[in-house]
């Protein structure tokens, strides 16, 4: 077995810096790239999962090891998010789960491989608005999970579980050593994919950091291993868009919530999240719906929280979208 997936740091962990990017002219490149960090911090005990991460997975996060003749079977997955609670409700809306599925020819066990928010989607999405800290406060680590098993009816009733390829145990061995580094280094969920307009040349402002980008992270390393992958349908995938002009870079928390000179600043950051805090009545979730609706569409304006940092988004129409797009395979 190897060792834990989800690895923590028992110090303050460092991110590895990155200069925001500018070409010759001065002017900002984009997308912003996403930043990764040297290790992975514990999660804050004040964060709780409304449902526990990763809960038949390997206590350690151990990755078997497969003999290297081993002939693996590699399959497509896809579910409709919170399936097991809404059944096929949110597959109507094109709201999808991605993972992957592995199959060993010489044992017959059969595993499965995801990368999902530690503390669900809302709090990777939201911020918690907390009396006792004037920034707001972000449970938005996401992980990846490796368990034992693939629940057939699971993915297939309302989803895909499709064989796409085969790799040898040698290949699966060092897929699941660039698994722990990519594990390690990426750590947060970023639900927002942000553009300046729906059109096909449209400039890329942030790009999402979620379950679907994992699943294309760990194709296109299979078929740099020169793993051969295909599908027999169109390969689609969810993703939740917003629609701004170009954004402003605002700063840091320290920068922020920190300096008397930006209290104004930090004001409208509080304000903003706050129709969008968890654990609300149904009477208060209409009233912030609306509130929501001015803020983003009559005022356009959204601010968003990429590599730690904040940023403003003039909103333009279509605001907000949910798109279901082909991402073929490599």
Known sequence: MRPTVVLTCSVLFYYLEIVHSRDVHGKQEWPIPYRRFDCRPAADSYCEAMFPFCPTGDRDGRIPYMNNWDVISVFRMQTPVWEFKYGSLLGKMHIMHDAIGFSSAETGRNYTMEWYELFQLGNCTFPHLRRETNNPFWCNQGAACFFEGIDDIHWSENGTLEKVGEISGGQFNEMALWVQDDNQTGIYYETWTVRSDPGPNATVWFDSYDCSQFV??????????????????????????????EPTYLGDDDSIFREPSAKTLAEDIRKFYHPFRPHQSYMDFVLS????????????????????????????????????????LP
Request: avoid cysteine; glycine fraction near 2%; charged fraction near 20%.
């Open 216 to 245: 294309h992270r760990t194709y296109r390393y299979l078929a740099q291993q020169r793993a051969k992958l295909s599908s027999r349908f169109q390969t689609n995938y969810t993703k939740i868009y917003l629609y701004s002009g």
């Open 289 to 328: 719906l609306a509130e929501a609706y001015q803020k983003v569409v009559e005022e356009k304006s959204f601010y968003l929280y990429y590599n730690f940092e904040y940023w403003h988004l003039p909103m333009k129409s279509p605001y907000v979208q949910i798109t279901y797009e082909e991402v073929p």
